[in-house]
């Protein structure tokens, strides 16, 4: 059940962290570069629409969370067995019987998206959800593996202190191989 809210409170940030169709970023720019990976312009904009006066911050929450999912692969997480799961559950592109806020909300996004990526909106929805998902699973799982799990509101509050510690030191051990080339003005 925390895991499926989790992911459901992390496709609903994506689809509403802004909208724009300003391009002076082409999606092959790399902006970013994680022990050796590469993030990249498109990467960001294939979860969410991101203004590009907006990249920079965006940069350093995938840069974070890569970091994460790194650690966790490392691991040796594995989390492509729940991802195929979550397609099958939540992967459906809503058809255009399904008149709800949240069913058109899916429908725009994906829409938009697909266009912006050269594929079709059930083709980007399904592919979106992967995505989502297993990033979303693993660093639930790195972090469930190192802090537990919430049991009540106020530890919860006392996990994500400490969850954003932990992200910190990650930071401050790998910040050798972190290179950010899209950074925040000063």
Same mark, same amino acid.
């Given at each position: 059940?925390?895991?499926?809210?989790?992911?459901?409170?992390?496709?609903?940030?994506?689809?509403?962290?802004?909208?724009?169709?300003?391009?002076?970023?082409?999606?092959?720019?790399?902006?970013?570069?994680?022990?050796?990976?590469?993030?990249?312009?498109?990467?960001?904009?294939?979860?969410? $629409?991101?203004?590009?006066?907006?990249?920079?911050?965006?940069?350093?929450?995938?840069?974070?969370?890569?970091?994460?999912?790194?650690?966790?692969?490392?691991?040796?997480?594995?989390?492509?067995?729940?991802?195929?799961?979550?397609?099958?559950?939540?992967?459906?592109?809503?058809?255009?019987?399904?008149?709800?806020?949240?069913?058109? $909300?899916?429908?725009?996004?994906?829409?938009?998206?697909?266009?912006?990526?050269?594929?079709?909106?059930?083709?980007?929805?399904?592919?979106?959800?992967?995505?989502?998902?297993?990033?979303?699973?693993?660093?639930?799982?790195?972090?469930?593996?190192?802090?537990?799990?919430?049991?009540?509101?106020? $530890?919860?509050?006392?996990?994500?202190?400490?969850?954003?510690?932990?992200?910190? $030191?990650?930071?401050?051990?790998?910040?050798?191989?972190?290179?950010?080339?899209?950074?925040?003005?000063?």
């Amino acid at each position: 059940m925390y895991k499926s809210i989790c992911f459901m409170i992390l496709i609903s940030i994506s689809f509403v962290v802004g909208c724009s169709d300003s391009t002076n970023y082409d999606h092959d720019d790399v902006v970013a570069v994680v022990r050796g990976e590469e993030i990249t312009v498109g990467y960001i904009r294939f979860f969410s $629409e991101v203004k590009d006066e907006d990249l920079p911050e965006a940069v350093d929450y995938y840069v974070r969370e890569t970091l994460v999912i790194q650690e966790a692969k490392d691991m040796g997480i594995d989390v492509s067995e729940g991802a195929e799961e979550a397609v099958e559950f939540f992967g459906q592109y809503p058809s255009e019987d399904v008149d709800t806020e949240r069913g058109k $909300e899916i429908r725009s996004f994906a829409d938009d998206q697909a266009e912006k990526f050269g594929m079709e909106p059930e083709e980007f929805h399904e592919e979106y959800t992967r995505r989502s998902y297993e990033r979303s699973e693993y660093q639930n799982q790195f972090f469930k593996e190192h802090l537990g799990e919430p049991e009540t509101e106020k $530890e919860a509050k006392e996990m994500d202190e400490k969850a954003e510690q932990l992200i910190n $030191e990650l930071l401050k051990k790998h910040e050798d191989e972190i290179e950010i080339i899209i950074k925040k003005s000063q």
